[in-house]
């Protein structure tokens, strides 16, 4: 029987979990899930199943890359905490100076900008 090791994967995510999978000679089908794009139909994000009798093996793989994921994705507020922010599109000239060589953030909660 099928079981989801990993879901709503991007495209990429997918094909890394994929291969390290496969590099343990476990071998996982990859599917479409989520809401359909447009205009193809399909999800727009992946998942990977797995045999249930490979689960005890892929487990390992999958909680390492779903931890390297958290860490890339989740940043946030340093004054309010929310997980809601984002790259700014735009910066003032005194921006670009002050925070030159890193990233400037925003926090869609409290409007707190952030260099990370
Ligand atoms: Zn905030």
């Known amino acids: 029987m099928l079981i989801p090791a990993a ?16 590099a343990l000679e476990i071998n996982a089908l990859v599917k479409t899930c989520g809401p359909p794009s447009f205009p193809f139909g399909d999800g727009i994000w992946y998942q990977l199943l797995i045999e249930e009798t490979d689960a005890a093996a892929a487990r390992e793989t999958v909680e390492q890359f779903e931890a390297g994921r958290a860490a ?5 507020c340093p004054r309010c905490g929310s997980p809601d922010t984002g790259p700014l599109a735009r910066r ?7 925070y030159a060589g890193t990233t400037l953030y925003g926090c869609a909660d409290c409007g707190r900008n952030f260099a990370a």
């Open 7 to 22: 879901h709503y994967l991007t495209y990429a995510e997918a094909v890394q979990l994929y291969n390290e999978l496969l």
């Open 72 to 76: 890339v994705a989740v940043l946030r």
């Open 92 to 98: 003032s000239l005194w921006q670009r100076l002050y």
